[in-house]
């Protein structure tokens, strides 16, 4: 079965320095990895996706994720932060369930980003 | 605009009192499913329906139901709710089998007491 860790549950940083936020991931076979955000008080909304094509995946607002099948790690980065960059970010990975893709999430790393 | 729908936003009951949060989607998606979130725990699947009238128990189904009778709507239903289902409360749908990523409806907040 697939899963993900993401591994700090806080990382703090100040705007305008760069962002990290880590993922690693265990999958049986060449897995599809997503970034989500949740901001404060709304949904989930896609940053980025890895579906096996280039392994450096640009996403929204700035945000790149690199696909390291020999580390097996997704980290998401983005290299200055702005202040509405606060939010909680989920690392998922998909797995194939009778059918359709199954998302499996991480427990969420939340970004808290000081002036 | 593309979006799914919750409804309540948020909800206060008491324990026992039956309850429906609906879910609705304008993308035609077959692929529809609920979630919650706890804290520290991610988000975990409750049940998931591939098509109408095609439904199925995710990773922690206990105490919850579902019914896909149209494509686009996907409601949740807690029978006798208890206050260990507390929790924030997500609806998602796909197409091509989920591939692509999912759109989330806004939350839905649920309290028990």
Redesign the interface.
Known sequence: AQSVTQLD?HVSVSEGTPVLLRCNYSSSYSP?L?W?VQHP??????LL?Y?SAATLVKGINGFEAEFKKSETSFHLTKPSAHMSDAAEY?CVV?QMN??????V????TRLLVSP | EAQ?TQNPRYLITVTGKKLTVTCSQNMNHE?M?W?RQDP??????IY?S?NVEVT?K?DVPEGYKVSRKEKRNFPLILESPSPNQTSLY?C?S?FN???????????TRLTVV
Do not use: E, H, I, P
Request: glycine share 22%; net charge positive; no cysteine.
């Open positions: 549950s599809s997503f989500y008080n709304k949904g989930l909304q896609l996706k579906t989920f998909s009778t059918g359709f893709q199954k998302l999430f991480g427990t969420g | 799914v692929y499913s979630y520290g725990l991610g988000l975990r699947q998931y591939m199925d995710g997500f998602a796909s089998a989920g591939r692509a990523g999912y759109t989330f409806g806004s939350g």
